[in-house]
């Protein structure tokens, strides 16, 4: 067991630091929570510094380990979080990264990196939520395109994307999970429509998506007709495993500023909050720990991150509930003020068990596959 | 980084789980509970495998190992339930004549009790006053002390961290193992999501804690095994609690193991570091860090 950094990780760590220490003073302002355009523009800005200075690359390919040290400056430092380009720099970019030919990822990966191409994911339908494999969307082979019709839901930044990660079912007769094809759906395609969805939080980050006869070329597919629901659990994998990772560093970071904020208001002299407090500082230590663990794992057996990426998923679930709870404790009366940024912090935090899999089906996937429990009838 | 166990650390673990294996199997261990007392041929074996003198240096006769493999042999010992003052054994190696080789049977006071006093060959710390109480735990005689008294230093903490994340492990194990076997409503329990969720929520607890014991283990910072050992407390407590529902009214009866598991957990929680200071201890590093 070995917690130490290689003098190059060090090197890499010291060398960005100061690059975020001299970049980060001349970031424009944070726009809107509510400002989509604003925010996508934002977001794929920091991308594109980011690739400007050659550490755009740091989300896959390079060792896992050097994007935990990324993570841990960046948040720390407080630079801009992925955003608008989660999809597209956690999941659907290192998919295509394992599972696309190499026209495909010639053709996708570089724009992601760059800040030029934003991605969603068109995973659910109103139909098939945790049930993933029930979805209906059909896709109908017409030459050398699919044609698509459907309707997706809960597709997070579907308004600002430029492709979607869209799960269709191109063999409606093959057993569910076999009837499956992933592919990249152009959102600037004639016949889709995106309505977007208020969430509890007052702002709309997901829409509905209708499709009508979508044209996608055969060449837009990621791995093999009907093979998608193996694509699919490369998808899932990274999102469970690795996207929400460097969020436990922001935590951390959430909860000095919690901290501060009781000793201003002297809830801190209250042992029952300031335990709380440090309750929390013992959990987001640890769940730290569990993600070095998870990724030394993952890089010994090479590649894919496994189903030990749900065992971290639950608990920060929880954990990010918890710290909400704990500033609103804090804060007390001012909880209830929208203006205040912990407040829409603690809706959104609402989340986080239910979306990338809720923690029943967590709880499910870990009894099963972890410990061998038998499926249920 | 490689934060997984080297190549030696498992064969460490792998020995000392077969020691135990072999000589405190569950035969042993029901002898324990209705016979009382240390085994002290057991301790000498303890101490033949180098279970006391593992952190010693070579030059004074021990192994020369740290505190990961430490922690590694005692989340074995928490494991198998091993009955004993092992850690205040542990370290008094080097410093108490026969501790090293498992000839001496030390014991330390400590949240106000020290346990196993009447059968100790040596007592570090005062116990003046020490007075026997009916222990919860039938696997550990205690005495009552009139004051808190002395502290151990942070090892001895993650150590205990360590022997809770092993009952930890233990009782997770046995209600999965359970859960597949037991069969009500013409199908294994283990496939209703009542109990499957129990047993998931345990692996988490568990492996959380593992992995904040391994890294204070590794760091061997102050806070960092508060923190472990708030997370191993709670994670060999509730996993007890819930393998005991799990095994239903079996669980309730005193052939069952997990009582012991429990009681064991409750007890150790109490002492070396307990909630309470755990927690202002991790309050206090907050404040450091403002
Ligand atoms: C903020 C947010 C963003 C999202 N972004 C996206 C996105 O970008 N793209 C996308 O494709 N999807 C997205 N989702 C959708 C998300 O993946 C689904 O909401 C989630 O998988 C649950 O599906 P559902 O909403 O249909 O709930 P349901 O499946 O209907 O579940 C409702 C309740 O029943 C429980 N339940 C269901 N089945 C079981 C079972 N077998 N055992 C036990 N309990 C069960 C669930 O745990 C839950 O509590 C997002 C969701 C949220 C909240």
Request: hydrophobic share 45%; aromatic share 8%.
């Amino acid at each position: 067991m070995d917690l130490s950094y290689t003098p190059e990780e060090e090197e890499f760590r010291a060398r960005l630091r100061e690059w975020l220490a001299v970049v980060l003073p001349g970031l424009p302002p944070k726009p809107d929570p509510l400002d989509w355009p604003g925010r996508r523009a934002y977001d794929t800005g920091w991308q594109r510094m980011l690739y400007d200075a050659g550490y755009a690359r740091v989300h896959w390919g390079a060792s896992a380990t050097l994007r935990l040290i990324f993570l841990e400056e960046t948040e720390r430092a407080g630079a801009p979080y992925v955003g608008a380009n989660f999809v597209g720099l956690l999941h659907a970019g290192p998919t295509i990264a394992a599972e696309g030919t190499e026209e495909q990822r010639a053709r996708w990966l570089e724009p992601v990196l760059r800040g030029d191409e934003v991605w969603c994911q068109g995973f659910s339908e109103p139909d098939a939520g945790s049930d993933l494999a029930a979805l209906r969307t059909r896709a109908v082979r017409d030459g050398d395109a699919y044609v698509v019709s459907g309707s997706k839901i809960w597709t997070s930044h579907a308004q600002v994307a430029d492709w979607c990660e869209l799960l269709v079912r191109t063999d409606p007769d093959a057993p569910r999970h076999r009837g499956i094809s992933w592919l990249a759906m152009p959102m600037d395609a004639p016949g889709i429509t995106v309505r977007p969805l208020r969430t509890l939080a007052g702002s709309d980050e997901f829409a509905q998506l209708f499709l009508d006869e979508v044209r996608i070329p055969v060449g837009h597919r990621v791995g093999a007709e009907n093979d998608g629901w193996r694509v699919t659990m490369v998808t899932l994998s990274y999102e469970r495993g690795t996207a929400f990772v460097g969020e436990v560093v922001a935590c951390r970071r959430v909860l000095v500023e919690i901290a501060r904020a009781a000793h201003k208001n002297g809830t801190w002299d209250d042992p029952v909050i300031r335990r709380r407090l440090g309750c929390l500082h013992a959990e987001f230590t640890a769940l730290w720990r569990l993600i070095q663990w998870n990724v030394s794992e993952s890089e010994r057996t090479g590649g894919v991150p496994g189903v030990g990426g749900s065992v971290f998923k639950l608990r920060y679930s929880h954990a990010r509930q918890e710290l909400y709870d704990a500033a609103a404790a804090v804060l007390g009366p001012d909880a209830l003020d929208l203006g205040r940024e912990w407040t829409l912090d603690r809706l959104s935090s609402l989340s986080y068990t239910i979306a990338a899999g809720t923690s029943q089906i967590q709880q499910n996937i870990v009894a099963e596959r972890i410990l061998g429990l038998p499926k249920g009838r | 980084m490689d934060f997984q166990l080297t190549d030696d650390q498992r064969a460490l673990r792998a020995g000392i789980r077969e020691l135990l294996a072999r000589r405190f199997d569950s035969t042993a261990l029901r002898a324990a509970v209705d016979g009382g007392g240390l085994d002290r041929g057991l301790w000498r074996a303890l101490g033949e495998a180098g279970f006391f003198a593992l952190r010693l240096p070579e030059e004074a006769g021990g192994v020369g190992l740290g505190l990961p493999e430490a922690v590694l042999l005692f989340e074995e010992a928490g494991r198998a339930l091993l009955p004993g003052p092992l850690i205040a054994t542990h370290l008094a190696a080097g410093l108490v004549e026969g501790a090293a080789e498992g000839r001496a049977v030390v014991t330390a006071p400590d949240g106000g009790l020290v346990e196993w006093l009447e059968e100790a060959d040596v007592v570090r710390g005062d116990v003046a006053g020490a007075e026997p109480i009916r222990s919860a735990d039938p696997l550990t005689p205690l005495h009552r002390l009139p004051d808190g008294g002395d502290k151990g230093p942070p090892e001895w903490a993650l150590l205990t961290a360590a022997e809770q994340l092993g009952s930890a492990g233990r009782t997770t194990a046995m209600a999965v193992q359970h859960a597949r076997e037991r069969e009500q409503f013409g199908q294994p329990i283990g496939a209703f999501q009542a109990v499957k969720h129990l047993c998931a929520q345990m692996l988490v607890r568990t492996e959380v804690a593992r992995a904040a014991v391994y890294a204070a283990a590794v760091t061997g910072d102050p806070v960092e095994i508060a923190g472990a050992k708030l997370l191993a407390d709670e994670a060999a407590v509730r996993c007890a609690r819930d393998c005991l529902q799990v095994y239903g009214g079996m669980g309730f009866t005193w052939e069952a193991e997990v009582h012991l598991h429990l009681k064991r957990a409750w007890l150790r929680r109490e002492r070396w570091l307990p909630t309470v200071p755990a927690q202002e201890l991790q309050a206090a590093a907050l404040e450091e860090a403002m």
